[in-house]
């Protein structure tokens, strides 16, 4: 099974409509999109380049935001692995040598649909790992995000430019 490199939370009680909304503005984007799966308000999406599909959804999201009727959050995913304490740290700890010592950051750390106790202390246990200074909750320059779905975590370092809130783009 191939995994999905981009991430969009949505209205789960309108899973079709968000699934044709979802593809339709992956088309006009003019990107070659295959869902993977989109269930309990998470649709996980393969395309070519995330962080390209994103910056153009933010152009089509800034020109015309009605188009935005069922989807919530688009992120880019940089690595799937198990959702365990470990496997989760190591991936972690290698994406976090792309935030520069200088540069503000955060942890965004989402579960869904999660069986096994993680542990309540599971974000202290992630953010161990990071070795740098500058946390900032409010503006952070990097956002690292866990997004644990079941047993897989999707595990992503972008910059604010490279996520899309559409609640933030109606305010």
């Keep these: 099974m191939v995994d999905g ?17 979802i593809l339709g503005l992956l088309k006009e984007a003019k990107q070659k999109a295959k869902l993977i799966s989109a269930t309990e308000g998470l649709a996980e999406i393969s395309v070519p380049d995330a ?3 994103i910056k153009v959804i933010k152009d089509i999201a800034k ?8 989807t919530f959050n688009w992120w880019p995913v940089d ?5 365990n304490v470990a496997e989760m740290q190591k991936i972690i700890k290698k994406l ?27 974000i202290i246990k992630l953010t161990d790992v990071v070795n740098k200074k ?17 047993s897989r975590a999707a595990i992503s370092l972008y910059g604010p430019e490279e996520y899309l809130s559409i609640s933030f783009l109606k305010v």
């Design 134 to 150: 500058c946390i900032d909750l409010n503006n952070p320059q990097k956002i690292i995000k866990v997004e644990i779905e079941g």
């Design 79 to 83: 690595k799937w692995c198990k959702a």
């Design 51 to 53: 962080r390209k599909a």
């Design 5 to 21: 490199n981009l991430l969009v939370s949505f209205d789960p009680v309108h899973d079709e409509s968000a699934k044709a909304e």
């Design 96 to 122: 976090q040598e792309d935030i520069k010592d200088n540069e503000k950051w955060k942890m965004d750390l989402v579960k869904r649909k999660v069986e096994k106790d993680l542990g309540k202390d599971l």
């Design 63 to 70: 020109k015309d935001g009605s188009k935005f009727k069922y």
